[in-house]
C-alpha cells in the first residue's frame, strides 16, 4: 500500500509560481516513475508530466513545457512540480500518481490550483 499526499495548491495570479510537493509513503519510492496529472472543471483529467526512478528523464505535456518542471528527492520519498508563468487555463485540481509495471496505481488526493486573471 502506497500512500500519496499533495500540497502547495492555492491562489496565485496569473504570471505567478507556485511549487506542489507529493509525500509517498514507503521505503521503495526510488523504484519506480511518478507522474502529475490535473483535472479542470468539467473536463477530463490529463496528464501533465512524468519522471523516471532516478528522475534522469522526464516528459511534459506540450501546454507546460518551459513552464513546469518536475523533479523528485528519493530521499525524501518527494516529488515536486515547479510551475511558473502560470496561466489561467493552468487552473485544476492537481494529482500525484506512482506508475508501475506501465500502469498508474496509486492516486493522491489532489491539490488545488487557482489561477486568477
Known amino acids: 500500500q502506497v500512500q500519496l499526499v499533495e500540497s502547495g495548491g492555492g491562489l496565485v495570479q496569473a504570471g505567478g509560481s507556485l511549487r506542489l510537493s507529493c509525500a509517498a509513503s514507503g521505503r521503495t519510492f526510488s523504484t519506480y516513475g511518478m507522474a502529475w496529472f490535473r483535472q479542470a472543471p468539467g473536463k477530463e483529467r490529463e496528464f501533465v508530466a512524468t519522471i523516471s526512478t532516478g528522475g534522469e528523464s522526464t516528459i511534459y505535456e506540450d501546454s507546460v513545457k518551459g513552464r513546469f518542471t518536475i523533479s523528485r528527492d528519493n530521499a525524501k520519498n518527494t516529488v515536486y512540480l515547479q510551475m511558473n508563468n502560470l496561466k489561467p487555463e493552468d487552473t485544476a485540481l492537481y494529482y500525484c500518481?506512482?506508475?508501475?509495471?506501465?500502469?498508474?496505481?496509486?492516486w493522491g488526493k489532489g491539490t488545488l490550483v487557482t489561477v486568477s486573471s
Open positions: 500518481t506512482r506508475e508501475w509495471y506501465g500502469g498508474l496505481d496509486y
